[in-house]
C-alpha cells in the first residue's frame, strides 16, 4: 500500500503561483508513473502533467510552459510549481502514483484563482 498526501493549494490572484507537494509513505517500489490530476466543478478528472520511472514529463497542452513537475527521492515527495496561474486552473488537484497492477490517489488540494 502507498499512501499520497497533498499539499500547497490555496487561494492566489491570477498571475500568481503555487507548489503543491505530494509526500508518499509505505511500499514505495515498482512505481512506473507519478502524476498529477484535476478535476473542476462539473468537468471530469483531467491529466495535468507525468513523470515515468525514467524521468520523461509529458504535460497537458493547457498548462505547458507554465506548469513543472519534479521530484525528490530523498524525501519521496513529489512537486507541481505552477505559475502564471489562471482562474481555469481552479480545480481539486490530486497526486497519483502507479505501479504495475495498483493505482493510488491522494485526497486532493483545492487551487482557487480569483482576484
Known amino acids: 500500500q502507498v499512501q499520497l498526501v497533498e499539499s500547497g493549494g490555496g487561494l492566489v490572484q491570477p498571475g500568481g503561483s503555487l507548489r503543491l507537494s505530494c509526500k508518499a509513505s509505505g511500499s514505495i517500489f515498482g512505481i512506473v508513473r507519478m502524476g498529477w490530476y484535476r478535476q473542476a466543478p462539473g468537468k471530469q478528472r483531467e491529466l495535468v502533467a507525468v513523470i515515468l520511472a525514467g524521468g520523461v514529463t509529458n504535460y497537458a497542452d493547457s498548462v505547458k510552459g507554465r506548469f513543472a513537475i519534479s521530484t525528490d527521492n530523498a524525501k519521496n515527495t513529489m512537486y507541481l510549481q505552477m505559475n502564471s496561474l489562471k482562474p481555469e486552473d481552479t480545480a481539486v488537484y490530486y497526486c497519483?502514483?502507479?505501479?504495475?497492477?495498483?493505482?493510488?490517489w491522494g485526497q486532493g488540494t483545492q487551487v482557487t484563482v480569483s482576484s
Open positions: 497519483n502514483f502507479r505501479q504495475l497492477t495498483s493505482d493510488y
